[in-house]
C-alpha cells in the first residue's frame, strides 16, 4: 500500500473530532509526515465545533486564503495547474443541502475527505485551490 493509501486508511477509525481529527487537520497531518512542519499548530485544540472553527480560523468565510496562510509555513505553493496524487486542497462539497469548503487529499481523478464517520472518496464539484506536496510513490 502506498503512503499516500496509508494516511487515507489511518483517517478511517478516527472519530472526527473539530480541532483534532477534521478535515483540516489531517491534511496537516499528512503535510507534517511530508515536510516536517505542523501548518496548524497554532490552532490544533483550539475548536470545537463549526462556528469555533470560523472564529479561530475563519475557514468557511475564507477557505483559499486561509489553508494557504497554513500550508505555506510547510513551504508549500499554490498549484497553478491540475492537482496531482498527494496534493491538499480546498474543494466545495455537498453537505447539508448546500455547498461547504472542506479539505481534501488528491487521489489523482478524485479526493479523499475526512468525514464525520470515517473518510469518503469523491469526485467534488468544484476544486477551489490546490497546493503542491511535490508527492512522490
Known amino acids: 500500500m502506498t503512503p499516500l493509501y496509508v494516511e487515507i486508511n489511518l483517517w478511517l477509525p478516527r472519530i472526527f473530532v473539530w480541532g483534532e481529527s477534521d478535515c483540516m487537520t489531517v491534511l496537516a497531518d499528512w503535510i507534517h509526515k511530508n515536510r516536517g512542519v505542523d501548518p496548524m499548530s497554532e490552532v490544533r485544540g483550539k475548536y ?5 472553527c470560523q472564529r479561530v480560523t475563519g475557514f468557511f468565510s475564507d477557505p483559499v486564503n486561509v489553508m494557504d496562510s497554513y500550508v505555506k ?32 487529499l488528491c487521489l489523482g481523478h ?12 469523491l469526485k467534488p464539484p468544484q476544486v477551489l485551490a490546490s497546493w503542491d506536496m511535490a508527492y512522490e510513490e
Do not use: F, H, M
Not at 95 to 100: A, F, M, R, T, V
Open 73 to 104: 509555513k510547510a513551504g508549500l505553493e499554490i498549484n497553478q495547474g491540475a492537482a496531482r496524487r498527494g496534493d491538499v486542497g480546498v474543494l466545495l462539497c455537498p453537505s447539508e443541502g448546500k455547498l461547504q469548503p472542506v479539505g481534501g
Open 48 to 52: 470545537n465545533s463549526y462556528l469555533s
Open 110 to 121: 478524485n479526493w479523499a475527505v475526512k468525514a464525520p464517520k470515517g473518510a469518503t472518496t
